[in-house]
C-alpha cells in the first residue's frame, strides 16, 4: 500500500478574500489505531457469528413458515445458515492469510528453496506451500523459476503439490465446521501426500521431460520483496478480500446450494451405501469423479459438510474433497507449457495414488 493510501481525503481550508485553497493532507492512522479498529471489528464480526443458527431458524420457521417436518425446511435451514457462515469465515480467512503472504512473496519462496538437500527441501517446500500465494495460473512462472535457479524437480513437485492441495481456506473452513481433528487430519495427510508425491517424482528422474525451452529461460531479481510497513500488509490482506472474495462467492453459494440439496433430499443411508467404508470402489471413484469437477475449496467444503452428515465415510470424501483442489483437467493443460505428458501423467497419477492412499487409510481408521 502506498503512504497515502489509506489516510482519509485531503482536508481543504475555505476559501475567502483571494486566499486560495489550503489543503494539508491528514497523517496516516498509526498502527495503534489500527488494532483498535481492527479488535472493534473483529468482535462485531463474533457476535454476528454467534447470531447465525439462531437467525437462520427464525428465516426458515417463522419468516418463510416452512414446517419442520419437510425436507424443503431441512435444505433452506441449511442454505440460509451456511451462507453467511462461510461468507464470514472466508472474508476473515482471507484476510488474516493475505497478511501472512505479504511475508511469502514467490521470488524469497524461489531464494529459500533454492541449494536446499532433497529430504529437507521437499519438507520445507510442503510448508511454504501452505502459506505462499499460488493458484494454477501460476504453476508455470512458479515451475520455471524454481527449476531455472536449481531447486530440485522433487523439491518444486513437493511445493507445487502442497500449495493448492493444503489450502488454508480449506484447513480453516474445516475447523470452523468440524473441529480442529478434521482440520489437523486434512493438514497432515495433505502435506504428507505433497512430500512423498515430491520424493517419488524426483527419484523417478524425469528431468528430460521437462521442454527444452524452460532451461534457457533467464529468470531476473523481483522487486517483490522490497520492504513493507505494517499498514501496507494489512492493505495487502484487504487486496486479497476484494480479489479472491469477488471471485470464488458464486462457487461458494452454488457449493452451499448443492449441499443443501444433498442435505434435504437425499436419503440418510444413500451417501453411506456409496460412500462408505464398505464399498472397496468408492475411494478411486471418489478421485476419479473429483478431478474434472474443478473447483475452489471454499465452494467445494459445503458438499463435503452435507456428505459427511449423510453418512458418507471420512476417508472417501476426504480423498473426493482432496481431488477436486489438488488435481484439474485445468492446471494439466497449463502444466503443458512447460512440462511433456509423460511427466504430467506422473505427477497426477503419483498424487491420485497418494491421496487413495489416504482415503483407504482412513476409511480404515476412523
Known amino acids: 500500500m502506498s503512504e497515502n493510501s489509506i489516510s482519509p481525503a485531503s482536508v481543504c481550508c475555505s476559501k475567502s478574500k483571494g486566499v486560495p485553497y489550503i489543503c494539508t493532507k491528514a497523517a496516516n492512522p498509526s498502527l495503534t489505531v489500527l488494532i483498535l479498529w481492527g479488535t472493534l471489528l473483529l468482535a462485531g464480526w463474533f457476535t454476528l457469528y454467534q447470531s447465525l443458527a439462531a437467525a437462520s431458524q427464525w428465516l426458515t420457521y417463522n419468516f418463510f413458515g416452512l414446517s419442520h417436518s419437510q425436507q424443503l425446511s431441512s435444505a433452506v435451514e441449511f442454505f440460509v445458515f451456511e451462507v453467511p ?6 472474508l476473515l480467512v482471507v484476510f488474516a492469510v493475505g497478511i ?20 529437507f527441501g ?10 505462499t500465494p499460488f493458484c494454477s495460473c501460476s504453476a508455470v512462472p512458479l515451475f520455471i ?25 480449506a484447513l480453516v473452513l474445516l475447523f470452523g465446521l468440524f473441529g480442529w481433528k478434521v482440520a489437523a487430519i486434512y493438514l497432515g495427510t495433505g502435506l504428507f501426500i505433497a512430500l512423498i508425491s515430491g520424493w517419488v517424482i524426483g527419484h523417478l528422474h524425469m528431468k528430460r521431460y521437462i521442454e527444452e525451452w524452460v532451461f534457457e529461460t533467464q529468470t531476473g531479481a523481483s522487486s517483490e520483496d522490497a520492504p513493507q510497513t505494517w499498514p501496507q500488509r494489512i492493505q495487502y490482506g484487504w487486496d486479497a478480500v476484494r480479489d479472491i472474495v469477488s471471485r470464488v462467492w458464486f462457487y461458494v453459494i452454488l457449493g452451499i446450494a448443492v449441499g443443501a440439496g444433498i442435505h ?20 478411486p471413484a471418489a478421485v476419479l469423479i473429483g478431478v474434472p469437477m474443478y473447483s475452489n475449496a471454499a465452494g467445494i467444503i459445503p458438499v463435503v459438510q452435507a456428505l459427511l452428515g449423510k ?10 474433497m482432496m481431488s477436486v483442489i489438488g488435481l484439474s483437467l485445468p492446471e494439466a493443460v497449463i502444466l503443458r507449457k512447460v512440462l511433456k505428458w509423460p511427466l504430467i501423467l506422473t505427477f497426477f497419477g503419483v498424487v491420485a495414488a497418494g491421496i487413495m492412499l489416504v482415503g483407504y487409510l482412513f476409511n480404515f481408521l476412523m
Open 122 to 131: 521437499n519438507i520445507l517446500a510442503a510448508l511454504l506451500g501452505v502459506v
Open 264 to 283: 434435504g433430499y437425499v436419503p440418510e443411508g444413500l451417501m453411506a451405501t456409496v460412500m462408505g467404508k464398505g464399498a472397496w470402489w468408492s475411494v
Open 311 to 320: 453418512g458418507a465415510a471420512l476417508g472417501t470424501v476426504l480423498a473426493f
Open 85 to 90: 457462515k462461510v461468507l464470514m469465515l472466508l
Open 145 to 169: 523459476g524454481f527449476v531455472t535457479t536449481g531447486v530440485p524437480l522433487g523439491v518444486t513437485f513437493s511445493f507445487l503439490i502442497s500449495a493448492p492441495m493444503v489450502n488454508e481456506i
Open 100 to 119: 501472512i503472504r505479504s511475508f511469502f512473496t514467490p521470488e524469497r519462496t524461489r531464494r529459500i528453496l533454492s541449494g536446499k538437500g532433497e529430504i
